[in-house]
């Protein structure tokens, strides 16, 4: 008989940070807030009641808020993807999926929001 095989997704939303991103030299030098948004895939759900078989959420609060603040960058995409690679270096996560929100983009228009999502796989998943 085989193990049973599952998933288990691990979010957290709403991740607020101050940072320096953006093309406009405006938004290098004053800096805005950015919201963010994580989505965890686990190769499998815990065995147990242990966090040590889990990924540790407020790790990755922390971790992400410190990539997003470290280092300005043009483009969110960019934010996005190194929170993702940062991620998947936990060989419990097969898939990090990352959304970046830029609430103050600077628009020609009025929008409400803009976002992008980043969604990377595990190279441990590719070979499974």
């Known amino acids: 008989m085989t193990a049973a095989r599952g998933s288990c997704i691990l979010e957290v939303s709403g991740l607020e940070v101050f940072a320096h991103h953006g093309v406009l030299a405006s938004e290098k030098e004053q800096g805005q807030k950015f919201i963010i948004d994580i989505r965890l895939e686990m190769f499998s759900p ?3 009641d242990d966090i040590a078989e889990t990924v540790d959420y407020a790790r990755v609060a922390s971790e992400a808020s410190r ?9 969110i995409e960019t934010v996005a993807r190194e929170i993702a690679e940062l991620c998947l270096t936990d060989p419990l996560i097969a898939r ?4 970046v929100s830029k ?4 628009m020609p228009v009025a929008v409400a929001n803009v976002s992008v999502t980043v969604t990377m796989d595990s190279p441990a998943k590719e070979s499974q």
């Open 46 to 48: 815990p065995r147990g």
């Open 67 to 75: 990539v997003a603040t470290s280092t300005g960058h043009d483009l």
């Open 96 to 99: 990090a999926s990352v959304t």
């Open 103 to 106: 609430p103050e983009a600077p």
